[in-house]
């Protein structure tokens, strides 16, 4: 497999950014493989991500980021460069739906997720056969609605014990506390099986039911303090008539949850996704 460098910028726009980057690239004697840019005409703010083939390049990343440091101060950059060789460790939390769980271990094993899945953590016991089979060791936490603190203190220490790069929340049905939103700021990545920002909060579905909509839909975001109202990653929807029961819409929605977090994810492992305020640029 090839190896690259990942260039990820957000910086104000102006004229020249492009060639000074690209120029600098080329004077290191790299090959940009891929190259997105966008540049939002309200905020004045430019995005850019670059894949640089790391062996066009004879030094590391370390290196590589010293000898960019005078442009990104030059355009006043925030950036960030990743080596494709880290793979990304990624802990999964989950209750007892298990379709997220389950279509995220299939991929994660044939291939499609580039990371490490280091772990599992559950409120219930339910999952512990299913993450064991694949070799993952599996947390069980129980969350008491009456010393929630005492339960999220240990969820907390198991993420800090797996070194944790993403938390995903695979339906994971507990709202996070505030310290671990804060923690972990753009590292926390939720499906919510709803198309937000309707029908936020508990049985999403039975909400859209009752308001006899046509479409349903699901939400990969961030996780924030405000619950479910983080940068939106991905979305995705299904038609749905009068005909449709409450269960149908929970059984269309669950394909369309696992689809939408998949490709959330996969976008998040590999630098596409740039967040800006509450919203987000997506090099999909």
Not at 199 to 204: D, I, M, S, V
């Amino acid at each position: 497999m090839s190896h690259y460098y990942r260039l990820i910028v957000s910086c104000p726009d102006k004229v020249g950014i492009v060639a000074r980057v690209s120029g600098f690239i080329a004077q290191q004697g790299g090959s940009i493989t891929e190259a997105s840019q966008h540049s939002d005409l309200e905020t004045g703010r430019f995005f850019m991500r670059y894949e640089i083939l790391a062996d066009s390049l004879e030094m590391s990343s370390a290196s590589l980021r010293l000898a960019f440091e005078p442009v990104a101060r030059e355009f006043e950059m925030q950036w960030a460069l990743t080596d494709t060789r880290k793979r990304q460790r990624v802990v999964l939390m989950v209750s007892r739906e298990s379709h997220c769980l389950v279509d995220l271990l299939y991929r994660w094993q044939a291939g499609e997720l580039d990371c490490d899945i280091v772990g599992v953590i559950s409120n219930h016991d339910d999952m512990r056969s299913l993450a064991e089979w694949y070799g993952i060791t599996y947390y069980h936490v129980p969350v008491d609605p009456a010393d929630k603190e005492s339960a999220f203190a240990k969820v907390q220490a198991c993420i800090d014990a797996m070194e944790a790069d993403c938390i995903v929340l695979a339906r994971y049905m507990q709202i996070l506390p505030p310290a671990l939103c804060q923690r972990y700021i753009g590292k926390v990545i939720n499906i919510h099986h709803s198309f937000l920002p309707s029908f936020a909060g508990a049985k999403p579905y039975h909400q859209a039911y009752e308001r006899g909509v046509k479409l349903i839909g699901a939400t990969c975001h961030y996780v924030t303090e405000e619950l479910d109202a983080g940068p939106i990653i991905e979305q995705d929807i299904h038609r749905v008539s009068h005909c449709h029961t409450p269960t149908d819409l929970v059984r269309f929605g669950r394909d369309v949850e696992k689809a939408v977090l998949a490709r959330g994810l996969r976008w998040h492992l590999e630098d596409r996704v740039l967040i800006h305020g509450n919203k987000t640029v997506v090099f999909s």
